[in-house]
């Protein structure tokens, strides 16, 4: 039997539907050490967050993902939004639109969002070689809808290392916009009448 295409990996892996099986390690596959793991956050987004900037920094995040997405043409990567960044894995052959995406979208926050954001685009085989692994399963929430689950510490390293400057990813020049198309925040304000809402 044939090892299945590192490019068609996501859209290959088998999905579980039962939430229980989060927890199980036989519903998560290795990434191919040729993919690259874009990751981005807000540079002091708990100041930011602190100022009443919740959807600002929200769609700064949303935002990477979309960039991405609409740059490769593909809407069957996985990914996980944190809020205030994202972390979406790329194929080999999308490795240089995820670049140029993660570089549009970072001048367009500063310049609309007035935010910084910082990128980095570290490929799988560093993480590799650091002796961790990035493991992704697939839970199928609905027929239409499924999320990328990670695991393996490789994730969290990508994330560490952009934190320290490092595999980043320079910001485009002044004036360039990343293809945002579908992208949305629906979160709204909501006025407390009795003290906190949670």
Request: some cysteine.
């Amino acid at each position: 039997m044939s090892e299945p295409s590192s490019e068609t990996f996501f859209s290959t892996l088998p999905a579980f539907v039962d939430f229980a099986g989060v927890a199980d390690s036989r519903n998560s596959r290795t990434l191919p050490s040729d993919w690259a793991l874009a990751t981005a956050d807000i540079v002091d987004s708990t100041g930011a967050i602190e100022a009443g900037r919740y959807k600002a920094v929200n769609m700064a995040g949303a935002s990477v993902i979309s960039a991405i997405l609409n740059a490769l043409g593909n809407n069957d990567l996985p990914f996980v939004f944190g809020g205030d960044g994202a972390l979406v894995a790329v194929p080999p052959s999308g490795v240089e639109k995820a670049l140029a995406a993660l570089s549009a979208v970072q001048s367009w926050v500063g310049e609309e969002l007035h935010l910084t954001l910082r990128a980095a685009l570290v490929p799988v085989a560093d993480v590799i070689a650091a002796g961790l692994e990035v493991r992704v399963a697939r839970f199928q929430v609905t027929p239409d809808l499924s999320y990328a689950m990670f695991a393996g510490g490789g994730s969290s390293w990508a994330e560490a290392r952009m934190k320290e400057g490092l595999f980043t990813v320079p910001p485009a020049p002044p004036g360039a916009r990343p293809d945002l198309a579908g992208l949305s925040c629906r979160w709204n304000p909501i006025k407390s009448r009795h003290g906190d809402i949670v």
